[in-house]
């Protein structure tokens, strides 16, 4: 067994081997698989020396944070179950891009992978895309880490060079992600992504390009005298670039004027942005009522990512990552992030029909009220983390929560100590809950941040 002092807790309680599941009468818990514990006396996470996950065994280390609630939703695949959402979201996806043909190979020019096992390794999850090693989303605090080495793959990302290196060019890769993440109804530490990605050699991008004119021999992706800048890499030409963005951004706003059809005019803009893995590199946003949501990440792959890939300096292309929930949020009107693992059949049977295309606005079957209750602590000289406590509080109330927001934070010169109070939103999704069943499981968070963090609640 390994032993995690409270510095590397990640809120993996007791309540994560008996995770709440409440009615409108009774609380009941059931046993963990994982035989994750909590030992309230050495106020540390206790994990097992390896973790089963789909029948495979993996070690445990003092990097492990990954907790029982997170690992259950493992294998679910919403996007693969009939009837769901993401389903329908992911056949859309489908449809529309195996319209693109490939008159060379007489098939769709894209490849859609759907089924990929989510557990990963740091090498693919980061060096692989040329993530540097001390950037912020290699930490603990933004990743679910089985071990130091292993880890639930934080986007879809993480496959994009086995995918080239297995001889594809032009391909969507879809699958669940893990995140730490704060909690509020638009966020949930799992979610759904699609990667998508096309690369060009020479031919396919100039000679075979209809919209380019005059002498295309002459043109190359590559020149000897180019230097990165706001436009383009080192090494790249400008109108190797400029084409390729092209590419892309005709690939997504076709791929939105499909999604959202009965919008008369889809306003949308393309935002400057930053990634580790391309550029130049936008978001994608578009207008729906007034206010803009940003739907995707995209650009010009990092050449180090296709030549991780095996490639050599023939070839360029672009790469977007999009999260399905989102974009099913906006699309259906679904207002909170939990209905998507929902069982429940009054939300599963609106979206019972074999047309993906079908427009379908979700409808509540009844709206409860919310509970909302304050957790004030005093802290030492350390700071609790907020994912840290979001964990805590995902792993004990489960989906009950709504919400966690940080309301107010100061430190007091006179006590030494810092104070941080946290904003609770419960609401069941599927019935009123009663003041004695939100009594009961304040009061166990309660209980464990004196225990995990060994705070003072005020």
Not at 51 to 61: A, R
Not at 78 to 95: C, V
Not at 152 to 158: G, K, N, P, V
Not at 326 to 333: K, L, V
Request: proline share 4%.
């Amino acid at each position: 067994m390994i032993v995690l002092k409270r510095f590397y807790t990640r809120s993996i309680l007791r309540h994560i081997r008996y995770p709440y599941r409440t009615n409108a009468t009774t609380t009941q818990r059931k046993p963990d698989p994982f035989n994750i514990e909590y030992d309230p006396i050495k106020q540390a996470v206790i994990y097992p020396s390896e973790l089963i996950i789909q029948n495979k065994k993996y070690p445990t280390d003092s990097w492990t944070n990954v907790n029982g609630h997170i690992l259950s939703r493992i294998g679910q695949n919403l996007h693969q179950q009939k009837n769901h959402p993401l389903y329908h979201l992911t056949n859309r996806l489908r449809q529309h891009f195996y319209q693109y043909y490939d008159p060379r190979k007489l098939s769709p020019k894209f490849s859609i992978i759907d089924d990929l096992r989510p557990i990963v390794t740091t090498e693919q999850n980061f060096d692989s895309i040329c993530i540097p090693a001390d950037h912020v989303s290699r930490t603990k605090t933004m990743n679910y880490y089985i071990n130091k080495s292993t880890l639930l793959r934080a986007h879809t990302s993480a496959h994009q060079v086995d995918l080239i290196r297995s001889g594809l060019n032009a391909f969507l890769c879809i699958g669940d992600v893990y995140r730490r993440d704060s909690i509020d109804p638009t966020h949930y530490p799992v979610f759904h992504q699609c990667e998508g990605v096309q690369l060009f050699n020479k031919e396919e991008l100039f000679i075979e390009n209809r919209n380019v004119r005059g002498d295309k021999d002459y043109l190359q992706i590559f020149g000897s005298n180019e230097h990165r800048d706001a436009t383009k890499q080192e090494g790249h030409t400008l109108e190797a670039v400029k084409l390729v963005e092209a590419s892309l951004k005709k690939t997504i706003t076709d791929l939105f004027k499909n999604l959202f059809p009965n919008a008369a005019t889809l306003n949308s803009r393309w935002v400057d942005a930053t990634f580790p893995f391309t550029h130049p590199s936008w978001e994608y946003e578009i207008e729906i009522d007034g206010k803009w949501y940003e739907l995707l990440g995209c650009g010009i792959m990092e050449h180090s990512v296709l030549e991780n890939s095996g490639l050599s300096k023939d070839h360029i292309g672009w790469a977007f990552g999009l999260g399905l929930e989102r974009i099913a949020m906006i699309m259906y009107g679904i207002p909170d992030i939990r209905l998507f693992w929902s069982n429940d059949s009054g939300f599963l049977s609106q979206f019972a029909f074999d047309d993906s295309t079908r427009a379908v606005r979700y409808k509540p079957i009844s709206v409860y009220p919310q509970c909302i209750n304050d957790l004030s602590m005093w802290m030492g000289k350390t700071i609790i983390d907020p994912s840290d406590f979001h964990d805590l509080v995902r792993a004990i109330g489960g989906d009950l929560i709504e919400q966690v927001v940080l309301i107010d934070e100061f430190y007091s010169a006179k006590k030494q100590r810092h104070s941080q109070t946290y904003r609770i939103i419960y609401r069941s999704m599927d019935r009123t809950l009663t003041k004695e069943e939100i009594n009961m499981v304040h009061k166990d968070i309660e209980s464990h941040c004196k225990q995990q963090f060994g705070v003072e609640i005020r």
